[in-house]
């Protein structure tokens, strides 16, 4: 099974991309505690690209493709063409620097590579593509 | 979207969050806390209950205030949080950095042991 959806770089659209998301896994038996962290992770992957990859410019594009290839595996990507910001070079802070330092920031990564079992980076077609991965037993 | 509704009960400011925070919407939840502490309020209650879906720009924003919050010594206590929401907030450990009950009572009971 796939699904495809492709979105300007607005933060006013995070919602219509976890609704993408829910409804794309609507009907493949994911408990709710399970199904509402998997949603989570692709809106922080999401935010994180408009933010810091397309400077909220909605006229760029973010692609997001869920692919179901066997039952309990499934596999999210965002395509897209900006700068790669890859989260696995990035140092999670430890959350009593971020309280010490009043920051908002930096709690996303930690959530995103909490709730998926893999996070990757590939190029395609010249493309950037980050491929999460998770396993639902 | 969400909506954030104030009201003073008991000497607290209780917050009220409705609706969806995310990386458009947490600047919302900041001002409210924000004018919260501005106008001098000595404890902050948060219901929860109303709250769909948070992610880590809200939760940033609760951390943001951790330690100013404690130099001031307004206690805040976030209630009535749905699992999915609470499971957030349990991903990251910050069940243990952030004042969390789960009714409103036991929000206040709670401020009022904190504030002493």
């Known amino acids: ?137 | 979207m969400v909506h954030i509704k104030r009201l003073q009960e008991g000497g607290a400011d209780i917050i009220s969050v409705i609706g969806e925070i995310d990386a458009s919407s947490s600047i919302e939840l900041d001002l409210a806390i924000a004018k919260s502490v501005g106008e001098g309020f000595k404890q902050i209650l948060v219901d929860c209950s109303a709250l769909e879906y948070i992610s880590s720009a809200g939760l940033g924003v609760f951390m943001s205030y951790i330690e100013e919050l404690k130099d001031k010594n307004i206690p805040m206590v976030l209630f009535g949080m749905k699992e999915k929401v609470a499971n957030t907030f349990s991903i990251l450990g910050l069940a243990e950095l952030l004042h969390i009950a789960t009714t409103k009572p036991e929000a206040k009971k709670l401020a009022d042991e904190l504030s002493v």
């Open chain 1, 1 to 137: 099974m796939n699904y495809q959806y492709n979105i300007g770089c607005s933060l006013s659209n995070l919602k219509g991309i976890r609704e993408f998301v829910r409804n794309s896994l609507k009907d493949q038996h994911v408990p709710e505690i399970e199904m509402s962290a998997i949603v989570l992770a692709l809106d922080e992957m999401c935010s994180n690209l408009m933010i810091h990859a397309h400077h909220c410019n909605p006229d760029h594009m973010l692609e997001l493709h869920i692919h179901i290839p066997v039952q309990g595996k499934f596999i999210f990507e965002i395509v897209d063409n900006g700068s790669v910001f890859n989260i696995n070079e990035f140092h999670e802070p430890d959350l009593d620097n971020l309280v010490h330092q009043k920051r908002k920031g930096g709690l996303g990564i930690r959530l995103v590579k909490a709730i998926m079992d893999n996070v990757e980076y590939l190029k395609r077609d010249e493309k950037n593509v980050c491929r999460l991965t998770k396993i639902i037993k």
